[in-house]
């Protein structure tokens, strides 16, 4: 796994790099984007603010602005993404590696924690991550937990899963509590039916990866949640990465642990 | 002290109490109170988004909306709040007990943590509370601290003070950060200078407290620091709680504990 954050945003950068971000140990925050016109950001602003397990902020830019100042001021979030995906009017237009074409000057950019940033934590105390053995992407579902509503945008929480043995399971708990801002705790441990998984199999986004007989599932809130909300909605126009393919900043994991 | 929530309310409703908050031992989060016409929100909401430490934000109401259902569903945030404060233009314009007269169909009201939540936990521990002890308002000050600029939003961190001796300072900052949500932990400890403070015997809201001999001031990010912003914007109107007289929730102080 490359090692150097610059070497993997220029590939990003250049259109090498196209394959999910998870697995990459720089110790750099990965985070899910999502790019709206000026007239949809404050109800997407509320929508994150309601539901902050899902969508934790980590930064908002001002309209027209592709440089997020605070997370990453190097990077350009139109071409630093090794996947976008366009939606237009709720739905799936476009699947690009680049928007430099596609983009306004009302544009914000919303910089959300991801999981993946809590792997290497996890990783570090011994506990195997399996889609990253498996080289896949990880595999995330749409539950029947609901969304606070804000606006016209509401719909259910969208979660990723990582099977576990129980014992790793209890640790994960400890480890991921310690990084609210990049999803926090799990949401929910053992049972898929209780949140409308129907099978594991089958996720919506992402790779389904082996679980075996010794291990449950654990869920962790999503920064997909809101491409599958927008799904829900008539906005106009939205850009995001592609599941799994993530935006990474220049912050290091230990900077979102609290105690 | 009282300690039925109800009561206070109904006091507080009937304009009976017009007093401070502080020292309010039901268990019950304090809030502070922003209301805003709805063209405003946006930079607002950005800007405690940006500003976190010193407002953070428990709930957001839908325009027109005056009972905040997460927070605080049998309360009306018009009549709720022992005094409140009118800004017309950046400027103070009046001061009332209720602001039923003022309420317009586009308000959206921000409930943002106050620094009130963690006195009991503090109290909990042994830590003797200045202001509480000599039955004053906590002391509040302007500082050097810039707050993250959000659209005309700009200006200085407002912080509280209570003084404590560095023993009690250090469990202090242990207990206070487990109350993000509320501020969490101190902004500042032991000289005033350096974040701009001339005189702690001048506070620029609340009053002044005595500080013995070896004890060290220690500063909370403070939840008035939206007030001391709007008042350097242009804004046509804003309302909020007068400092100190703050917005009783039902959320209990534990459920803002984190670990």
């Not at 250049?14 to 750099?28: L, R, V």
């Not at 570090?124 to 016209?152: F, L, Q, S, W």
């Not at 996720?203 to 654990?218: H, L, R």
Request: glycine share 8%; proline share 8%; charged share 25%.
């Amino acid at each position: 796994m490359a090692k150097d954050v610059n070497n993997i945003r220029q590939s990003i950068r250049k259109g090498e790099w196209t394959k999910p971000t998870t697995g990459i140990d720089t110790g750099n925050t990965q985070a899910n984007l999502v790019i709206l016109p000026k007239k949809d950001a404050y109800d997407f602003l509320l929508f994150c603010v309601r539901n902050p397990k899902s969508c934790p902020l980590l930064e908002v830019t001002d309209a027209g602005v592709p440089v997020p100042d605070k997370t990453a001021p190097d990077t350009d979030v139109r071409t630093d993404v090794p996947k976008y995906r366009i939606y237009k009017g709720g739905k799936l237009a476009d699947e690009v590696t680049d928007i430099t074409d596609f983009w306004s000057d009302d544009f914000v950019s919303f910089i959300i924690g991801c999981s993946f940033t809590f792997e290497k934590p996890l990783l570090d105390h011994g506990i195997p991550i399996r889609h990253i053995d498996e080289g896949r992407n990880v595999p995330m579902y749409r539950t029947n937990i609901p969304c606070e509503t804000a606006g016209e945008l509401s719909g259910p929480m969208v979660v990723s899963m990582r099977p576990m043995k129980p014992e790793n399971a209890i640790r994960a708990v400890q480890i991921t509590s310690r990084f609210p801002s990049v999803h926090g705790a799990p949401v929910h441990i053992g049972d898929p039916g209780a949140i409308g998984i129907t099978d594991l199999g089958k996720p919506d986004f992402g790779d389904d990866v082996t679980i075996n007989d010794d291990e449950i599932p654990v869920f962790w809130a999503c920064g997909v949640t809101p491409q599958s909300v927008v799904m829900n909605s008539t906005i106009d126009m939205m850009i995001t990465h592609a599941p799994g393919h993530m935006f990474i900043t220049d912050l290091k994991e230990e900077e979102h642990a609290v105690l």
